[in-house]
Structure formats: structure tokens, C-alpha cells
């Protein structure tokens, strides 16, 4: 595993947001040129004005799970504000998705892009479609680890569910 700084990532925010809803999204990839998609996600959501992007971490590369054959990930989150739904967010990143050409042939197998919700205010949503907080988050090395990169202080969401990053972190394998 491997922590990368470009451009933008980190990012903080200086001007305050005027959007309701914080939400934390993860932000991961293994095919074709990752750091460059990253930073082209920033600027694209940058200029939309249905999100406010507040922060964004560290890049982590880190190896796959689930399918195993497969190359290196790229993840990273990124704070926002929006005024969107938890579903309509979903169908807007879905969409961002397959704006960057999102490939994925099947569950854990390589693609271009994946944005997930992990976080959306302190909700807790059980839907076939969409889970809030995103299932096993706790888990994902690639969530705690770049999360961990944030300014936990700043962001609703972050103060929420500072404790339970740093507990993840510190219970977990990858700790140490």
C-alpha cells in the first residue's frame, strides 16, 4: 500500500458551502491512467453545481479483494455538500460513472471507475439499490485509510463518524 499527493488530492475547501446535505464518497479504479481520472472527477464535480466538494483525501493505492486477479486500486474519498436526495445523489454519480466510461464485467472485477456513497448526513437507509452508511465500510482499507486523511474537525458527517474511522482503523489489520 502506498499513499500518492496530486493535484487536488488532498483538497480543502476555503469558501463555506451553502448546500443541506454532507455526504462522503469513495472514489476507486485500476484500469487505465487512475490519477489523471481522479483529477479530472475533481474538476468535473468541481464545476457542477449540484455538489459542493469540500475535501478530498489522499490517493491509496492498494491491492484488490474479492477477485484477486486482477491490478492494483486506486481510491480516495471526497467530502461534499449537495442538496440532492441520497437516491437522486446515487443516479447523479451513476451517471458520472458512465460519463468516465465506467467498465465492470462483474462484482470485484477490474473497472475504470467506482463512486460510492459511504456516508450521507447520519442517515442509516436499507434500499435493494442503496445502503447508508455503504455496507462494510469499516472494513474497506480503502475507505478507513484515505478517510483518515481528512480533516475529521470539519464536516458534520466527519464528526459523526470520527470515532468510528479511528476505531476502524485501530481494530483493524491493516493498522500498524
Known sequence: MKFFKIDKYPYKRKRASLKKHYALVGI????????????????????????????????????????????????????IKT?????????????????????????????????????YDKITLMKPFLQIPHKKWHERVSVVLPSMSLDLRKGFILKYYKKNIKGAYETSIFHG
Open 83 to 119: 442538496d440532492l436526495t441520497p437516491v437522486s445523489l446515487l443516479k447523479f454519480m451513476q451517471k458520472t460513472e458512465k460519463l468516465f466510461k465506467r467498465r465492470r464485467c462483474f462484482k470485484n472485477s477490474p473497472r475504470t471507475l467506482d463512486l460510492d456513497i459511504i456516508f
Open 28 to 79: 476507486g479504479g485500476n484500469i487505465g491512467d487512475n490519477l489523471r481520472r481522479f483529477q479530472k472527477l475533481f474538476y468535473y464535480l468541481q464545476k457542477d453545481k449540484r455538489v459542493d466538494v469540500l475535501q478530498t483525501s489522499l490517493i491509496l493505492k492498494n491491492p484488490p479483494f474479492g477477485y484477486l486477479n486482477q491490478d492494483d486500486f486506486y481510491n480516495a474519498v471526497i467530502l
